[in-house]
Nanobody
Framework: QVQLVESGGGLVQPGGSLRLSCAAS????????MGWFRQAPGKEREFVAA????????NYAESVKGRFTISRDNAKNTVYLQMNSLKPEDMAVYYC??????????????WGQGTQVTVSS
């Protein structure tokens, strides 16, 4: 069993930055693919970024490439999502997920409770 707890969400102005963190429990973090997904009101949950277990390979949705960076610290069982140049369309609840590495919802077995990111002036 893996438990995931996100933090770092909040209100930011367009063009601003936030860093989300996801702390994982359990011994399998270093062998798990980690992903970030988001869900805006009235929309389906969508893929944002993913990291291979070692962190050496990452994947991004086209909409966030060049602005968001996923990273992980396996010693701290934590994955991060650095979000720069935020846009109003980035506003959503952001979810951390653990499982096999991939970009699909079904690639992940464990999910956090989500953290709200609001982008507004």
């Amino acid at each position: 069993q893996v438990q995931l707890v996100e933090s770092g969400g909040g209100l930011v102005q367009p063009g601003g930055s936030l860093r989300l963190s996801c702390a994982a429990s359990g011994r399998t973090f270093s062998t798990s693919g980690m992903g970030w997904f988001r869900q805006a009101p009235g929309k389906e949950r969508e893929f944002v970024a993913a990291s291979s277990p070692s962190g050496s390979i990452t994947n991004y949705a086209e909409s966030v490439k060049g602005r968001f960076t996923i990273s992980r610290d396996n010693a701290k069982n934590t994955v991060y999502l650095q979000m720069n140049s935020l846009k109003p369309e980035d506003m959503a609840v952001y979810y951390c997920a653990a499982g096999r590495w991939g970009i699909r919802f079904v690639d992940y077995d464990y999910w956090g409770q989500g953290t709200q990111v609001t982008v507004s002036s």
